[in-house]
Structures are given as structure tokens and as C-alpha cells.
């Protein structure tokens, strides 16, 4: 007689993911103060996911690992602006952050006051990201990148396949890949480069992981994309 499935990967297939020089990217959510810092509004909901995945030295091994290999990398900033704050409807999470004060700008024009804020990198993966060559789009302002140029980047340096990593795993990371996919790009997720809020009865990051599994075309952790684009 055979065995029930434990476990959903047990059941799902795995289409696979080839990392092809050229075309391939690494792209990051959200590698912020207010998500990955102590220091950050959200610390005391993310902090423990954070924490527990090693999410801060897996973006860190992420992006070291891709431009080492020479492969390019996109970041998908979250800033809000002054004029941001006038909308007039909001969902959950958008009236909490807002309310909070999460990735708070003075202004699109201006960069004072950003540096050691809320927006800013996190102070890691900040020397990474402030290297030459990476490519910082312009922000999103809900989760998905349909209200950025993270696409149009994308498409203008010939890349058609991500590797996809950051904050915060059911929100913007999972937004992303489901953006991205139905714009035509062939989507994997670095599964420990992220992480969720922790909630009363309601762990987000393990919500993420199933969608993740479900719909990207492969879910491995960042050791494992990492010695990918090392070969």
C-alpha cells in the first residue's frame, strides 16, 4: 500500500530553474531598515522570521554570490512620500504602515533625512546594493511591481528569468513573483532570503512558502542558488 504525502512538496512537481548567463537576475524586495533591523518599525511582527530564516546574511550571501558570478542585480525599493498619505482607501497592512510611518520620505526629490531612516538599506546588504551597477527601481507603493519600472528594467537589460529574495515573504516578495510571472518572466524563489510577520494564529512566511511552491518554477534556499551561480 502507498504511503499518504506528508507534505505538499511530496505531491507538487518541480519544473526546475537553469540560471543562463545573460538572462538571469537577482532581484530584491525591500532590503530595508523598517523590515530588517532592530531598529525598524516593524521589528517586533518580522524580527523573529528574520531572525530565525538568517534572512539578513542570506541577502547578504544573495547578492555577494551574484556579483561574483556577474550576475545582475535589481532592487524594488518601498518609499512613501509625503502625498502618500492623502489616499483616500487603504487595505490592512497599508493603514498600519502608513500609520507607522514605514518608509517615510521627505519627498521624490529629495534624499533628506533618508540615510539611516526607515527607507534606507539595511545596514549589510547596504555596501551590496550601493555598488556600481545595481539597478534601483523606482519604488512600488502597494506590494507588486505593476506601480514601479522593476519590468521595464528588467526587459531593457535583456533579463527573463529572477531569482527573487527580500521583504517581506506573502507581501511584496510573493506580490513580485506573481507580477513578474504573469508579465512573462520565469520566476524561482530564494526561500530563506525572506521572511513574515508572526501573528496570533498566523505565521506569514509559511502561508508564503506554499503560494511560493505552488506557483514559482523553483523554491530552494539561498546555499543552494548560491552554489548555482558559483558553477
Given at each position: 500500500m502507498t504511503a499518504e504525502p506528508q507534505h505538499?512538496?511530496?505531491?507538487?512537481?518541480?519544473?526546475?530553474?537553469?540560471?543562463?548567463?545573460?538572462?538571469?537576475?537577482?532581484?530584491?524586495?525591500?532590503?530595508?531598515?523598517?523590515?530588517?533591523?532592530?531598529?525598524?518599525?516593524?521589528?517586533?511582527?518580522?524580527g523573529p522570521s528574520v531572525e530565525k530564516n538568517g534572512t539578513v546574511s542570506n541577502l547578504k550571501k544573495?547578492?555577494?554570490?551574484?556579483?561574483?558570478?556577474?550576475?545582475?542585480?535589481f532592487v524594488s525599493p518601498h518609499y512613501y512620500y509625503p502625498t502618500d498619505h492623502g489616499w483616500k482607501f487603504e487595505g490592512a497592512v497599508e493603514t498600519m504602515m502608513h500609520a507607522i510611518n514605514m518608509f517615510d520620505r521627505k519627498g521624490a526629490l529629495t534624499v533628506d533625512?533618508?540615510?539611516?531612516?526607515?527607507?534606507?538599506?539595511?545596514?549589510?546588504?547596504?555596501?551590496?546594493i550601493e555598488k556600481d551597477g545595481v539597478v534601483v527601481s523606482s519604488p512600488h507603493k502597494v506590494y507588486g511591481p505593476k506601480t514601479n519600472d522593476l519590468s521595464l528594467q528588467l526587459r531593457k537589460h535583456g533579463i527573463s528569468?529572477?531569482?527573487?529574495?527580500?521583504?517581506?515573504?506573502?507581501?511584496?516578495?510573493?506580490a513580485h513573483m506573481r507580477d513578474l510571472i504573469e508579465d512573462g518572466f520565469e520566476v524561482a524563489i530564494a526561500k530563506d532570503a525572506t521572511a513574515g510577520a508572526v501573528l496570533p494564529?498566523?505565521?506569514?512566511?509559511?502561508?508564503?512558502?506554499?503560494?511560493?511552491?505552488m506557483i514559482a518554477s523553483s523554491v530552494q534556499t539561498t546555499d543552494e542558488w548560491v552554489d548555482q551561480l558559483k558553477s
Open positions: 505538499y512538496d511530496e505531491v507538487l512537481p518541480n519544473p526546475g530553474f537553469e540560471i543562463t548567463p545573460g538572462s538571469t537576475a537577482v532581484v530584491i524586495t525591500d532590503p530595508q531598515v523598517d523590515f530588517l533591523s532592530e531598529d525598524g518599525v516593524t521589528w517586533g511582527i518580522v544573495l547578492i555577494e554570490a551574484a556579483q561574483a558570478s556577474g550576475t545582475p542585480v533625512g533618508f540615510d539611516g531612516s526607515g527607507a534606507d538599506w539595511e545596514d549589510t546588504p547596504k555596501p551590496l528569468k529572477v531569482i527573487l529574495g527580500g521583504m517581506s515573504a506573502n507581501l511584496c516578495v510573493e494564529k498566523g505565521d506569514a512566511y509559511e502561508a508564503a512558502l506554499l503560494n511560493f511552491r
